[in-house]
């Protein structure tokens, strides 16, 4: 054992899981327990602690139907993925096992989750293993639009995008989200908001919400707002509200009133 | 080629390249040095590379006879050697070593009597990675020497960036690593050289040579396209177009590519003549969907060179043309109008917009076209204001389509 670590690394420095020489360490589990929760490996298993891949997928089908919390689906898919990742399983179970981990992740709003789960689905996408890669290409597609600012990221996002993509629901829904939110029309934005396929709406929440954020600030300055009765839609008063409504003072604003006048200098040729 | 070289001759040929690299070192000769090290420039096998596969044992050789240049001399003629049996990988990492050993001497030398040899190792070294990866991509392995290249070109910059007659070949330099990371996709990396050259008091921007301020000016103009800094960018590439030499039609070309979609976005539209003499005709149609207000055309223009434009970057910029075009559309309603009903030509119902996007084959309802000319009001490329319940949109009688004036929206 310690021969095989000292070969991966001549010098004595401290290593980390991914450091491990995990070829020359591949195991093969004979654990039977369906259920397991995540320990942190920092060394080699115990292969009588490792699952082999037939519990392993009654392990994802026991999560997937589970009605436990998502901290719970959580834990038990981290302890799934280390399993798969110990024995170099690297197919389209693993495919499965990151999808469902990050579809749970989105609905739960845990972006960080998300991401990892995201790249290492690229990764697997990369080398030709089957799974839904049109509905994640949209969700990263999704994910630089409106969760970072990198005008490259997206550019790259969307020139890598196979051509027979954008014949996929999802993939077109996020595309007509992106042209919505590049040309400011936000009635188009909620419109595809209400009817987004798979988990776009999640990604998209983020962006929608904010609207009771805006509702307070108005009042705050002073606004009027009232609900139409026809249509249900949220409107300013603004007759109403021009006489209360905050202006705020414009930056180069004069006590006296006149910008041009020359205060300083009256000042000075006067005293 | 030789069917046969005699171990005499092939030890003639070694012996004479080495003397003329040591001697155009000891008389600081820097243009005869340059010369000498354009490895990858070499056509397939020459004389020395034919004298190099005859004698092997050409290291010792090398090192024996120049023991103050046994760091730069032996990995230089390995280089060689592999570049010509096409082993890039091999002829680049060999080639690295020599390049190290090259910048230790440089920077031991006083004056900057070998900058053009310098250049030429740090043009050297890039096309050499350039051939190294795209090797290496091929045969499955990681394409990791372009970024090794990236390093090395950061040392030599290092080296120049500093007081005295040296820092003239920073900028140079500075060009060399920009090709990289933007060959890498890298650009973020860009940052810390410009931070140096543009805000350090080594530098005097005006000191450098012409054309190599026009590719510093090309590069970060095409950076400030990437931040959307529509003003910045123009001022650069707007530089780099004018003191370019006007013989390097693709380099203008390529100033073009970057300063037309640049010009759109703050209201400057070229003629049709300009995107023909320099075959830059993908912007055609572009051009005329903001004359004619033509969202469609515009819409179909994007989709039909979508892969080239994603992939010179300039695809968002004119997706924001967009607002514009509307501008241009709700402007002929408006001259309409004013042909047919002078007093009331001012107020445009909502719905005479959405028959005219109908027209054109674009199915908005009046909500989003409210939305749409918010924004277009918002932005100032309309002044008025719109009556909700009526659903009219009511033009100021005074110069209700501002132009951009130079501005971008």
């Not at chain 1, 519990?55 to 799934?80: F, G, P, R, W």
């Not at chain 2, 910059?157 to 990371?181: D, E, H, N, S, W």
């Amino acid at each position: 054992m310690s021969m095989l670590l000292s070969r991966s690394n001549g010098d004595d420095v401290s290593f980390a899981v991914e450091d491990l020489d995990w070829d020359a360490l591949t195991v093969k589990g004979t654990c039977q327990e369906i259920e397991k929760r995540y320990l942190r490996l920092t060394s080699a298993p115990d292969p009588a602690t490792v699952r082999p891949e037939d519990v392993l997928e009654k392990a994802l089908h026991m999560v997937e139907t589970s009605q436990k919390n998502y901290l719970y689906k959580c834990d038990q898919l981290k302890s799934i993925r280390q399993d798969l990742t110990v024995q170099r399983i690297q197919n389209e179970l693993t495919v499965k096992v990151y999808e469902t981990h990050a579809r749970l992740a989105l609905q739960s709003g845990d972006l960080p989750e998300f991401n990892q789960c995201q790249s290492q689905l690229k990764r697997l996408y990369a080398e030709g293993i089957k799974g839904c890669h049109f509905e994640f290409s949209a969700y990263n597609l999704l994910c630089v639009m409106l969760h970072s600012n990198n005008k490259r990221d997206l550019l790259s996002s969307m020139a890598s995008l196979p051509k027979d993509a954008k014949q996929d629901r999802t993939v077109k829904h996020a595309l007509a989200v992106h042209s919505a939110v590049s040309s400011g029309n936000y009635v188009l934005f909620f419109k595809l908001y209400k009817t987004a396929p798979d988990l776009n709406s999640c990604l998209m929440a983020k962006r929608a919400d904010g609207l009771e954020e805006c509702e307070e600030w108005l009042k705050a300055h002073g606004a009027v707002l009232s609900v139409d009765n026809n249509n249900g839609e949220l409107q300013i008063d603004t007759k109403v509200s021009s006489t209360s409504l905050y202006m705020p003072e414009p930056d180069n604003a004069v006590s006296h009133g006149d910008a041009s006048l020359a205060v300083d200098d009256f000042l000075a040729r006067t005293s | 080629m030789a069917a046969y070289l005699s171990m005499g001759e092939a030890h003639r040929r070694i012996a004479d390249y080495l003397s003329r690299v040591a001697d155009s070192v000891s008389s600081s000769d820097g243009a005869a040095l340059a010369s000498l090290l354009a490895v990858s420039s070499a056509q397939a096998p020459t004389p020395l590379s034919d004298a190099l596969s005859a004698f092997p044992d050409f290291p010792r050789l090398a090192a024996d006879r120049y023991p103050h240049l046994s760091d730069l001399l032996p990995p230089l003629l390995r280089a060689i050697h592999s570049h010509s049996l096409r082993r890039f990988a091999d002829a680049y990492s060999s080639f690295e070593k020599a390049a190290n050993a090259f910048l230790q001497e440089f920077r031991n030398w006083e004056t900057p009597w070998a900058m053009e040899a310098m250049h030429t190792v740090a043009l050297e070294i890039r096309l050499l990675a350039e051939k190294a990866d795209r090797e290496l991509a091929t045969s499955g392995k990681n394409p990791d020497k372009l970024q090794a290249a990236g390093s090395f070109l950061m040392k030599v910059f290092g080296a120049l960036a500093v007081k005295g007659p040296k820092r003239i070949g920073a900028l140079y330099v500075t060009c060399q690593l920009f090709k990289i990371y933007f060959r890498l996709g890298t650009v973020h990396l860009c940052r810390s050289v410009i931070r140096s050259i543009e805000t350090a008091r080594n530098f005097d921007f005006e000191d450098f040579p012409v054309k190599d301020k026009v590719t510093y000016m090309y590069y970060t103009g095409r950076l400030e396209v990437f931040n959307e800094n529509f003003l910045v960018a123009d001022q650069k590439l707007t530089y780099a177009l004018v003191h370019c030499n006007p013989q390097y039609e693709s380099n203008l070309r390529r100033i073009l590519k970057f300063l037309i979609p640049v010009k759109l976005s703050i209201g400057v539209l070229p003629r049709i003549t300009l995107l023909e003499r320099y075959n830059l005709l993908e912007y055609a149609d572009v051009v005329t969907s903001l004359k004619r207000g033509d969202l469609r055309l515009l819409r179909q223009a994007l989709e039909r060179h979508e892969d080239q434009f994603l992939k010179s970057g300039v695809y968002l910029v004119l997706e924001k043309l967009e607002l514009q075009v509307y501008q241009r559309l709700v402007k002929k309603i408006h001259i309409i109008q004013r042909q047919k009903e002078p007093a009331k030509a001012h107020q445009i119902k909502l719905e005479v917009v959405v028959k005219a996007l109908k027209w054109l084959e674009i199915d908005m309802d009046v909500d989003e076209v409210e939305c749409i000319m918010a924004c277009l009001i918002y932005k100032n490329l309309i002044k008025g204001y719109f009556a909700h319940k009526s659903k009219v949109l009511v033009l100021s009688k005074q110069d209700p389509f501002p132009k951009l004036n130079g501005k971008p929206v």
